[in-house]
């Protein structure tokens, strides 16, 4: 008589599920950080562009200008053929007429803020300097999420990181005399006005964690930054003449046209696939602070280094430093983990 | 049609049970004694499948991200930025901006390859 084996148990399912979670929430974050090139080199772009003909006839007209007639028509046209070849603009689709697409309009709102913010602060300040601020938007989004979620990020390396963005954006800000356009108060408003932003895209990074709970990440996506193109023109058009003059010169002139399919494209590739497949996965915290981070950390390096801006190694310095510091905010030591688990 | 769309088809932006955050393992259907069900497996082709598409979206849109720089190298045109702009320099940054963003999805083909 012989005895059969038993073949050994593969993992339950929900054990199964549990690792897939994992895995799925570290791919999260390496998009987070690989779309983070993309929009350095489209808002880093844009941050140099805002200052030159025609946009610089009349401010913050220009820097209106720059993103209802550039960043945002361009980025939703390569966002649609993202959508139509990888077809997702079903989801799109479905969710045209919902009660949920409030919340895209919501967020739309939001997003249209923020980046009507960065290239105001952009004009003023420079994307070498409003670049890195910009990026801290990912934390403001984990803080509101953390709360909200009732996540435990209050941790001895959370705060440790915090002190690290802290004491790098310090060290940015010493760079501005360098690479910031303006001086006096014209600095300090850029600053301030940058620091809405990061409040208004915060709360878009939370809100981008709450909606794709409910709704695919690109499909979402699409609606959000269609509207931020009806909002913006609409807006733009009925609030400001100048803009009529610049709409004509901008759209008449096929370099900057030109320009504004490099902007809107890699702002497209960075929303897709850092910013909203980025916290979809990610969450709003590890996504967000890195989505930020990184993203923002390329437009100051972009501009210095190939964009013609003067070089500061207090950018430079400073945004290794951040890095660190969403490092840290972003891992979980192995003591704290074994706890949770516990 | 996304990853979170495919595991419930029947509805249309259903809420889900979970937040991100805070990562609980989602439902999933009953194992039996025979191995996965036949919906997981069809779960899990047409993760695959979005994934390919995924890629293919991005190559298209990497596509029209370089060919404007392409063009802004050729005419010249990166001279009105200034002075210290770097022309050549444009269309390297693009090419490395795609190869980091078609470099993200490969690592998610060959990481989650289970799926």
Same mark, same amino acid.
């Given at each position: 008589m012989t005895a059969t084996t038993p073949a050994a148990p593969g993992p339950s399912l929900p054990e199964r599920s549990r690792a897939a979670d994992g895995k799925k929430t570290r791919v999260g974050m390496v998009y987070a950080m690989l779309a983070g090139p993309a929009l350095g080199l489209a808002l880093g772009l844009l941050s140099v562009l805002v200052t030159k003909p025609p946009f610089n006839l009349e401010q913050p007209t220009g820097a209106f200008a720059i993103v209802a007639l550039l960043q945002v028509p361009f980025g939703v046209l390569g966002i649609a053929v993202f959508a139509l070849v990888s077809g997702t603009w079903r989801d799109a689709y479905r969710l045209? !007429?919902?009660? =949920?697409?409030w919340w895209t309009l919501f967020v739309a709102v939001g997003g249209f803020v923020g980046d009507l913010c960065y290239a105001v602060a952009a004009a003023l300040i420079g994307g070498a300097l409003a670049g890195p601020i910009g990026g801290l938007f990912g934390v403001v989004g984990a803080i509101i999420s953390g709360i909200l979620y009732r996540?435990?990020?209050?941790?001895w390396s959370t705060l440790i990181g915090l002190a690290g963005l802290g004491i790098g954006i310090w060290v940015v800000l010493s760079g501005g005399k360098v690479v910031s356009p303006t001086h006096g108060i014209y600095e300090f408003v850029g600053i301030l006005v940058i620091v809405g932003a990061v409040l208004t895209w915060g709360f878009e990074n939370f809100a981008i964690a709450a909606g794709t709970d409910l709704m695919p990440a690109e499909g979402f996506l699409w609606w959000r930054a269609f509207l931020e193109l009806i909002i913006a023109n609409a807006l733009m058009f009925a609030l400001f003449p100048v803009a009529r003059t610049m709409a004509g010169r901008v759209w008449s002139d096929p370099k900057l046209i030109t320009f504004g399919a490099v902007i809107g494209f890699g702002w497209a590739i960075w929303m897709i696939m850092g910013y909203y497949i980025g916290i979809a996965y990610a969450g709003a915290v590890r996504g967000g602070v890195l989505a930020g981070t990184f993203g923002f950390f390329f437009i100051a390096f972009f501009s210095i280094? =190939?964009? !013609? =801006?003067p070089f500061s190694s207090a950018v430079i310095i400073g945004s290794v430093v951040m890095f660190v510091g969403a490092a840290l905010i972003v891992s979980e030591p192995k003591g704290y983990l074994a706890r949770k688990r516990a | 049609m996304s990853e979170q769309a495919s595991s419930r088809?029947?509805?249309?932006a259903a809420p889900a049970a979970s937040s991100k955050t805070t990562r609980t393992a989602p439902a999933q259907p009953p194992a039996s004694a025979t191995g996965p069900e036949p919906s997981v497996d069809r779960y899990l082709a047409t993760v695959r499948q979005f994934k390919l598409r995924r890629l293919y979206g991005l190559l298209v849109l990497s596509g029209m991200l370089l060919v404007p720089l392409i063009v802004i190298y050729a005419k010249g045109w990166w001279r009105l930025t200034g002075t210290g702009s770097v022309g050549s320099g444009w269309v390297f940054v693009g090419i490395g901006v795609v190869i980091a963003a078609v470099g993200a999805v490969a690592v998610d083909l060959v990481y989650r390859k289970e799926l």
């Open positions: 045209f !007429g919902h009660p =949920v697409s996540e435990k990020i209050l941790r280094t =190939v964009y !013609g =801006v | 088809p029947q509805n249309r």
